[in-house]
């Protein structure tokens, strides 16, 4: 294959396919410079070491989420040698690597959906209080799973729990969390809550809780969301963009679910302080009965005295009329034998036996004669 | 009588008191009515200290 005489074309397309020959796809680290977005479509940057940089061309529906030069990024793509603008890497997806750069990618996506307003306060709904179903995307191997379900048993029990078996870390993961979040929505009957979880890990485990789609995902959710991730002090994207967050799985399950013996407590304390309430009303309604005791008593009293002052006024008003006081003008009673007054001489005989009440004495006499007039 | 009310005793002794007022009033007539009143006001007290003492028996009990 020495001295070939070739067309330009025809160079560029035997070296294409040398390469696609040679290396279908290989995944290259380096550090992002220039990187710039064209027609909101295309993305063009440059990735390079301390020695080396190469062109690099894709798509932004590739983009992990907002990017800025220097981050250090895992692009996999197939290299091209390009017609007129010479050699570049096709872009097949990139990753942020290490520690800082995953952070940095983060600290981008999550300025970004802040400002698009997917983690305002105003947006979060409440948790039903116990659910009667959750619909739980984990891992089914994973101790999240396990921890979270022993929890929940644990302390109350009907619920009905849907797993979604998904992969949690990984480059699968994003997509099937994705497709279990929308799945549960589209279902006739979708759970009351939806609850994302997993384990701690490394800033690159949780990755996916951080990614742009799974964010999204978990925002547009109809059903009510829950997100506890790990034990990490880093709050991932979906947590933020979740209606509540928890700090480990087990957190989450006692986040939605009561105490079924705090329940029971709460009852007892309700129970004593109805009592307590009923016994108070008992004796504030005695006190005012016996108040009003008092009061009809005095009531009565008052009528008594009253008549009674009224009878002694009468009394002695009746006194002043006494017939002591005629005998006192010089009259006297005169009273037959058995102690009647008498009225008339048609009442006496010559004889009859008679009382005569003066007011300093009593005489007895006889009637000698009756003279009528 | 004695099943009369306070009432009735107090509003008859009242008409005795009111007719020995009578500047007129025979004496005989006076002697009857005083006699009446005097009943009257006996049986009156009777009723006031059964009232009282009844009143008393429902205050110990209260």
């Known amino acids: ?373 | 009588m004695a099943d009369t009310n306070y009432q009735t005793l107090n509003a008859e002794l009242e008409g005795i008191l009111a007719k020995l007022q009578d500047p007129d009033i025979e004496v005989d007539e006076a002697v009857v009515l005083y006699e009446q009143g005097v009943k009257l006001i006996a049986k009156l007290e009777k009723h006031l200290t059964q009232a009282e003492n009844k009143l008393t028996k429902l205050k110990q009990n209260a």
């Open chain 1, 1 to 373: 294959m020495n001295d070939l005489t070739l067309t330009v074309s025809e160079f560029v397309a035997l070296v294409n396919q040398t390469l696609e020959y040679a290396y279908p796809n290989v995944t290259i680290t380096g550090e992002l410079a220039n990187f710039r977005v064209s027609k909101n479509r295309w993305v063009y940057f440059d990735l390079k070491d301390t020695e080396s940089s190469i062109k690099c061309f894709g798509t932004v529906y590739q983009l992990p989420g907002p990017l800025e030069d220097g981050i250090m990024l895992a692009v996999k793509g197939a290299p091209r040698l390009h017609p007129l603008y010479g050699f570049s890497v096709n872009v097949l997806s990139m990753t942020p690597v290490g520690e800082g750069s995953i952070k940095k990618a983060a600290a981008l996506l999550q300025a970004k959906l802040t400002a698009e307003g997917l983690f305002d306060a105003e947006r979060k709904r409440p948790l039903p209080h116990p659910p009667y179903s959750i619909g739980l995307i984990t891992s089914a191997e994973s101790a999240a799973y396990r921890d979270f379900m022993k929890i929940l048993n644990a302390r109350w029990g009907g619920v009905t729990v849907t797993l979604a078996d998904v992969q949690v870390q990984g480059e699968p993961a994003v997509s099937a969390i994705v497709g279990a979040v929308e799945q549960f929505n589209q279902l006739s009957a979708p759970p009351e809550v939806l609850v994302i979880t997993r384990g701690g890990g490394s800033a690159e485990d949780l990755q996916a809780f951080s990614t742009e789609q799974v964010t999204r995902a978990v925002a547009a959710s109809r059903i009510p969301t829950l997100v506890a991730i790990g034990h990490e002090i880093d709050t991932s994207l979906a947590e933020l963009a979740a209606d509540q967050r928890a700090s480990t799985p087990s957190n989450a399950a006692e986040l939605l679910v009561p105490d079924r013996k705090a329940v029971l407590r709460q009852f007892t304390t309700q129970r004593a302080h109805l009592n307590h309430q009923l016994s108070r009303l008992f004796s504030s309604s005695r006190q005012h009965v016996k108040t009003q005791a008092r009061e009809l008593l005095n009531a009565t009293e008052h009528c008594l005295v009253a008549a009674s002052q009224r009878l002694t006024a009468h009394s002695q008003l009746l006194e002043a009329f006494s017939p002591k006081r005629a005998l006192q003008r010089g009259y006297a009673l005169v009273l037959r034998q058995d102690g009647r007054m008498v009225r008339s001489g048609k009442q006496l005989q010559t004889g009859d036996e008679l009382g005569i009440h003066l007011i300093d004495a009593r005489l007895t006499a006889t009637v000698k004669q009756v003279t009528i007039e």
